[in-house]
């Protein structure tokens, strides 16, 4: 299986090929081969292959945490038109004053390759610095371009996700077991605590009208989208970020919120073991993603790894009760299995293609998580409203009023 079908060779043969740019093929573990051409950094590398749906917000994809060790294919067949939004003469993407990326999900390309069906190297935006060819490059991270990324999708959609690797020729061949990351959540996330204010007010001077301190989250962040940070500090609550797996004894809050990330999350598991423990605090905690699946996990549920997963910004989910439908950002290869939640815990929104658990809620106290993801940049945005409903939770019990 050393090709990729007519209709692949008829679209490698229609993209345009890049200026100067390298032959290269994307090698599958089952032996499949897609020729096309290099761009970005001219080297071989490995990885996990997924695919993504997103039409748009490849800036954001490609430095999201929960991609950290992956190959990843996008199915919009343009891809780099508007370009890269960085500083034009260092290429380095631009920072608010308490170090939160302004346009980027993290301060670097967390993606291992990015396969594409064309790469535009000629972008027209008035917000662009760079092409993408040019920002991966900088960042040491190989592209190809000329596969059909359809059928190639259809084969991973087929398959399961698969191990591969980018090869460009004239360049070091590598392992496929050269792509694994041991610990890909310890990867991503920060080694220290740090808080974070309101109003980008970082001498902490941040009370509110009348000396009142404004909500303090804790923030586990795992891998966190920077886009969490952004949320959250829009609506006036403080956040105290903390490594994956942090003592939470000496830090004083009063929501928990568990992050996105990468990975296995059985691999977490002082994570698990510290969410267990905040259960007993009654105080509210709310997961996305990777956070989901702690918390199920925590609670005594059990996860499971999905054939292709879940990625892009297209994907339906069923709100339980209501049967209200809303269409989320979404981007995790793991699920919670339904029949595994324990007595006082049950399923809160569900696929609408495949059924899947994409959120959960207790009847036990304030504790529930979304697979999804409320907060997705660049969208949609239509379940940004959870976080809301989280932060009034919180100002409930910060209020000392009874929960209902």
């Known amino acids: 299986m050393a090709n990729q079908g007519k209709a692949g060779a008829k679209t490698a043969a ?12 994307l090698v599958l573990e089952d032996g499949s081969e897609y020729a096309g051409w290099s761009f970005g950094k001219a080297r071989s590398q490995a990885g996990e292959v ?11 994809s490609l430095t999201d945490p929960s991609f950290r060790g992956q190959i990843l294919v996008s ?34 390309v967390q993606v291992s390759g990015f396969v594409v069906a064309e790469a535009c190297d000629e972008p027209s935006h008035f917000s662009s610095g760079a092409s993408l060819s040019a920002w991966l490059e900088k960042n040491n991270v190989p592209g190809i371009c000329g596969v059909d990324t359809r059928f190639l999708t259809k084969r991973l959609r087929e398959q399961g996700v ?77 956040i105290v970020r903390v490594p994956w797996d942090h003592d939470m004894s000496g830090i004083e809050y009063d929501g928990l919120f568990l992050s996105n990330g990468p990975g296995d999350p059985k691999a977490c598991g002082r994570t698990i073991a510290m969410t267990r423990q905040a259960f007993l605090t009654g105080k509210p905690i709310f997961g996305i993603c990777l956070g989901n699946q702690i918390m199920a996990l925590a609670a005594g549920g059990d996860t499971y790894k999905l054939p292709y997963g879940h990625r892009g910004q297209n994907q339906p989910c069923v709100e339980a009760g209501t049967r209200r439908c809303y269409i989320t950002s979404q981007n995790h290869g793991y699920a919670v299995r339904n ?3 324990p007595a006082g ?48 939770e919180v100002g409930k019990q910060k209020g000392g009023k009874e929960q209902p």
């Open 75 to 108: 199915t919009y067949p343009l891809v780099g038109n508007y370009g890269v939004p960085l500083e034009p003469k260092t290429l380095e993407p631009r920072f608010d004053g308490q170090g939160i990326p302004c346009h980027f999900e993290s301060g670097r």
């Open 339 to 341: 029949e595994t939640l």
């Open 162 to 238: 698969m191990m591969g690797k980018i090869l460009v020729e004239g360049t070091r061949d590598v392992t496929l077991d050269s792509g694994l990351v041991p610990h890909p959540v310890d990867d991503v996330s920060p080694k220290e605590v740090k808080v974070f204010y309101p109003g980008g007010n970082a001498d902490g001077n941040n009370a509110a009208p009348g000396g009142e301190r404004p909500p303090r989250i804790a923030l586990v962040d795992c891998g966190a989208k920077a886009n969490i940070f952004r949320c959250l500090l829009a609506r006036n609550v403080e």
């Open 50 to 60: 997924v695919f993504t749906t997103g039409m748009t917000g490849y800036p954001q």
């Open 14 to 25: 229609r993209a345009r090929k890049p200026a100067a740019a390298r032959p290269a093929k």
């Open 345 to 392: 815990w049950e399923p809160w929104f569900l696929n609408g293609n495949d059924g899947t658990i994409e959120g959960i809620r207790s009847a036990r106290g304030p504790f529930c998580a979304v697979q999804f993801h409320p907060e997705g940049c660049p969208g949609p945005r239509d379940t940004e409203f959870l976080i809301d409903r989280f932060l009034e």
